[in-house]
């Protein structure tokens, strides 16, 4: 309660000081480089301590990103004046989405100061500055001596700087559950704890060489720039010898809970830092069921009576090592796993394997590491490199086990009723394993804990006919009541996609958007994850309208990773690249596709689709791919929609010879003024205009005119620029419910 009280009140106060120190207008700032440069594709980006404002004299102490232009340099404690809009970071655009502000809001950062006018007034040292110093010093030793790939890797495993690290590898080491290996934690101090207690005990004292500890930890945070994980780890190594040093036992729940409360002190928003997650997941984990889990292999029969009695000494020692070793694995990832799964939504098939692998060099790599850090003998860094080269390149290779068949699973995002489930079940298994196999006498409280478990053993017994009929009316009952129509209008930026639940559960997506940009995968990024946080591992029935890369490119990705039932698409009439990529991944993944045409009617779970366009017989030869896109006139209960792709005014003058009248309506080319002519909206009639559109698009869509052409018909408007995502709702009944993720 105390812990929950300081944290709001802290959380209210930034939020109080914050909410309206910046507007979206220019602003002239005075402060001082706190980072070192990101380089970025067109400019370079630098973290920003604001010390004051022209509107605002009094010192503010808040942080914020700077974009300059690439010709401007900056370093580490540099004093700046700068003048340039400011920029608040996005919220979350789509259920469960990525929310960039509150990812911000990890690292103190509030928004973004775009730039190109920068005024260097001074330097300054200071603590942070010299510890970035060595760390850059540290850098450039390894850069110099190791593979770019290679040295990566090493500057993540020993300054935390991971930036470099190729987007593949970082991938197959989640896939892999080995990107704890790349955090700096608890097996890093335990290393350098050691290594300074071999040099220094005999030189200086136990007890001088536990305030060098000390202080060496805390340099080392400043190093690394006080990342959760290694905070966690320095704090409590910190608590440990001070504790030895007053001649105090060490209590872990207190360090570790000390160490937490402190973090949250300085930054209340660390708690949604998923490396300080995985960090104190997988260490009170270890704590929990380590033990445990070394007791239950000890006494398997099996290794008992067949392995461990007939080897020999030097045979045991490593078996028990192995067990060890697979103990301390199986308890960090039983607490990680839901955390890791509503993260990453993955479950790597051979994640025991990876990281017993992983683990046998992890240590060897820090110890050299250390060795090849500190020592300033050329000759021996030399050496020291070429084993750690060979070492990071085992861990790579470690890594490709992702890359073997079947070697990932994709998990629906589970929700928090299951995760708080999850760490109960899990929490009360561990009690009673306790307690049966205690060789302690138990105490009055576990007594009584023992006998209510064996009067819920009795009840459940008792009773098991009684409760399976329950539950057994209980999911019939469930799967009785009808559930909503669920129509989703998904944010993808500069294209289309809409994903629809059905009222008993089947999937139906239309369009899965697409970036002209190489460098983000729409499918990846936004798609993947956002199937996959609606519960989802599967598409029932794909419909891709036409194969342009702002409607087709998430689709392409999607395909390969998740299971896909029907794919329904149009005849095509000219030459595509995507079409051609489409058909080679369907024929890799033997993928069952269905050509459509005009006339066609698709019935899925007593919803009706009726295929108004493309009519094969009279195809339009102008802007093709737009022009034959599928349009399809779905009806629900009393509700109409009307899903246009990108055809423009040639085939809406084809297709309002049709009953095309619809509640609502998806305007057609993002509402390019090509489309949606008043002849056209008038036909339709929509209550509501669904419009797919980027902000700040270059296209300048939606187009004005079509915007006053629906507003003079009185439709309710909904862009994905300005509402995010759009959810419409239809009951049983047919009435409608509308529902946007920002509001």
Known sequence: MIFSIISNIIINYQNNKYENLYQE??????????????????????????????????????????????????????????????????????????????????????????????????HKDTIFSIANNVANKIEEKIVQNLQPTQASICKGLIIGRTGDIEEEIQENFRITNISHILAISGTHIVYIVSAINLVFNKLIGKNKTKILIILILIFYMFIVGFTPSMVRAGIMGILYNLASLVSRKNNFATSISISLLL?????????????????????????????????????????????????????????????????????AQIMLFPVLIYNFNILGIYFILANLLAGIITGPILILSIIFIITPINFITQIVSLILSNLFSLLILISDLSNLPKAKIYLPTPNLFFIIIYYIVILLIRQIYKLYNSKKKITNSEFRFRNLISIVKYKIKKLKIKITIILSLSIIILNIIPKDLRIHFIDVGQGDSTFIETPHNKTILIDGGGSLSESFDVGEKTLLPYILDRGYTKIDYIFITHFDQDHVGGILTLLKEIKIGKIFIGEQFEECENYDKFINIVKQEKLEVTKIKKGDKIIIDNIIFNILFPDIENPIEENSLNNNSIVMQMKYKSITALFTGDIEEIAEEQIIKENIEADILKIAHHGSKTSSTQKFLEKVKPKIALIGVGENNKFGHPNIEVIKRLEKLKTKIFKTAQNGEITIKINHLGKIKIETIIK
């Open 263 to 331: 973090i949250l002190i300085n930054n209340p928003y660390s708690i949604l830092n998923i490396g300080l997650q995985l960090s104190y997941l997988a260490t009170v984990g270890i704590v929990l069921f380590n033990k445990m889990f070394i007791h239950y292999f000890s006494n398997l029969k099996f290794i008992k009576k067949n392995i461990y009695i007939k080897t020999k000494p030097k045979l045991r020692k490593f078996i028990k090592i192995f067990q060890e070793s697979l103990a301390i694995m199986l308890s």
């Open 25 to 122: 207008k220019n602003y002239t700032l005075y402060g001082e480089i706190v980072s070192n440069k990101q380089e970025k594709e067109y400019k370079n980006v630098y973290k920003f301590k604001v010390i004051k404002s022209n509107e605002q004299k009094k010192e503010q102490n808040t942080y914020l990103y700077i974009n300059t232009s690439k010709n401007i340099n900056l370093n580490y404690g540099d004093i700046i004046k700068i003048n340039g809009k400011f920029e608040k970071a996005n919220g979350r655009r789509n259920y469960k989405g990525f929310d960039y502000e509150k990812y911000l809001r990890t690292n103190k950062i509030y928004g973004t100061i775009t730039t190109s006018k920068v005024e260097k007034i001074g």
